[in-house]
Structure formats: structure tokens, C-alpha cells
């Protein structure tokens, strides 16, 4: 199984980044899958979650209106598209797959498979 992170890089504050990750070797049909990011010093943290095949999103306080979670089943790709960027979401941004029931979605330890992950910094 891998995860492959994409699309991160430095912007201003107020500025957007789109973020992919390329899914392969992992065949599910349904399952929960989402970003994390992860700043100096910092606990990881879940940003958005999403179910495989559509329906309920989750979000994290700090990032709803501005983030959205997607995905391009063609592609094998989840997205965040993430908009009007603040410092503080400077961190390094990694998605997960193969949820563990029995948790909540911002728990990373309920997550089997992780990226490398991606850095995003907003100055």
C-alpha cells in the first residue's frame, strides 16, 4: 500500500494550496480516509476526514469554511483543497487510510496507512 502526498509548498497568508494524495496498492469499498498536519512540536492533528464512496465529511473547528476534503475515485485521489491559509496551518500534512472501527475520525492512531506526508508553510 501506498500513499503519495502532493501539492504542498510555501505561500502568503490569505493564499491557497491544493493537496493530493495518490492511493495505490489498496482496495476498499468503504472506508474512512483523511489529513492530518503536524507542526514543530506539535501533536498530530486531524483536519477533514471523508468517506470512501461520498457522504458524511468532518472537519476540524480551525479549518471548516476555508478547507474541503475530496475525492477523485477515477484517479484514486484524496484532496484537500485548502483556501484563504493562515500561518498556523503551517505544520507538514500527511493523509491516512484504512480506518479502525470503534474511534473517532481526528484519532491518527485508529489509522493504518499513512503518506510521507507534505509540507505547507504560510508566511
Known amino acids: 500500500v501506498q500513499l503519495v502526498e502532493s501539492g504542498g509548498g510555501s505561500v502568503q497568508a490569505g493564499g491557497s494550496l491544493r493537496l493530493s494524495c495518490a492511493v495505490s496498492?489498496?482496495?476498499?469499498?468503504?472506508?474512512?480516509m483523511g489529513w492530518f498536519r503536524q507542526a514543530p512540536g506539535k501533536e498530530r492533528e486531524g483536519v477533514a476526514a471523508?468517506?470512501?464512496?461520498?457522504?458524511?465529511?468532518y472537519y476540524a473547528d480551525s479549518v471548516k469554511g476555508r478547507f474541503t476534503i475530496s475525492q477523485d475515485n477515477a484517479k484514486n485521489t484524496l484532496n484537500l483543497q485548502m483556501n484563504s491559509l493562515k500561518p498556523e496551518d503551517t505544520a507538514m500534512y500527511y493523509c491516512?487510510?484504512?480506518?479502525?472501527?470503534?474511534?473517532?475520525?481526528?484519532?491518527?492512531?485508529?489509522?493504518?496507512?499513512w503518506g510521507q506526508g507534505t509540507q505547507v508553510t504560510v508566511s
Open positions: 491516512a487510510a484504512d480506518f479502525r472501527n470503534g474511534g473517532f475520525w481526528y484519532q491518527a492512531i485508529k489509522y493504518k496507512y
Open positions: 496498492g489498496y482496495t476498499y469499498s468503504r472506508d474512512l
Open positions: 471523508t468517506f470512501t464512496g461520498g457522504g458524511v465529511t
